[in-house]
């Protein structure tokens, strides 16, 4: 079967899926996809992508109805504090009958004993140490680090250069910023975003921000998620 892809969205962060693509680091379960092509960008925000590129793009419902046919796998191309967005718009992809891919640099590590989802990204130097988990469609950052027996929930971003300690448990759609660094057995619960830099010594409660050295509660997080499109 051809991989015909679908990449939902048009901004930066899809150019660095178009790249992986080219490279051949894309997988589908543990499967390897060698002739991985590109035939649709879709994204319902932009006018169009914010890079030069002969793919074909659609960002109005009527022409994505049209044409989401053309691919039979996708991408989502969501990064930021957007993980809750990411979760729920790879969902209404798969009720299309599309199948999700995994991108998976081939500098990252994830041992054999841990367990990863689907959609999932993983960056360049990104290592996933033994005996944890990771949920679907989560994105690990370049040089993010997963110790032992982690459990990240799905549609986490974990941003370059976290460091999560051993026996951290991360809920769903939860951010953790660049360089951020949680220690043993936190439990961060769902949506909580962790600010960049942030060293986080107790336990972060559902829809908390928090940031600093040590990291302090700042306000509540709101995830506003628009599905309209699917509609």
């Not at 039979?72 to 199948?99: C, D, M, P, V, W």
Request: aromatic share 8%; with cysteine; hydrophobic share 40%.
């Amino acid at each position: 079967m051809k991989c015909k892809i679908l990449i939902w969205g048009a901004s930066s962060k899809t150019l660095i899926a178009l790249n992986m693509i080219k490279n051949q680091q894309i997988y589908y379960n543990d499967k390897k996809i060698k002739n991985g092509k590109v035939v649709l960008l879709a994204d319902p925000i932009l006018k169009k992508p914010n890079f030069e590129t002969n793919i074909f793009f659609v960002n109005k419902k009527n022409d994505f109805i049209k044409y989401i046919n053309k691919a039979n796998f996708f991408i989502t191309g969501i990064g930021g504090a957007h993980g809750k967005a990411r979760y729920l718009i790879s969902q209404e992809l798969i009720k299309k009958k599309l199948l999700p891919l995994n991108l998976i640099h081939n500098t990252s590590y994830v041992d054999k004993t841990s367990v990863i989802g689907l959609g999932i990204q993983i960056m360049p130097n990104a290592v996933v140490h033994c005996n944890s988990e990771v949920g679907d469609f989560t994105i690990l950052n370049t040089s993010s680090t997963i110790d032992h027996e982690c459990v990240i929930g799905k549609g986490v971003h974990i941003m370059g250069g976290a460091s999560i300690a051993g026996r951290v448990t991360i809920g769903n759609y939860v951010t953790i910023g660049t360089n951020a660094t949680i220690l043993p057995e936190i439990k961060i619960s769902d949506g909580a975003f962790i600010g960049a830099g942030a060293v986080v010594t107790k336990n972060v409660k559902k829809n908390e921000i928090v940031a600093g050295n040590p990291a302090k509660y700042l306000k509540q997080n709101k995830h506003i998620v628009n599905l309209s499109y699917f509609r």
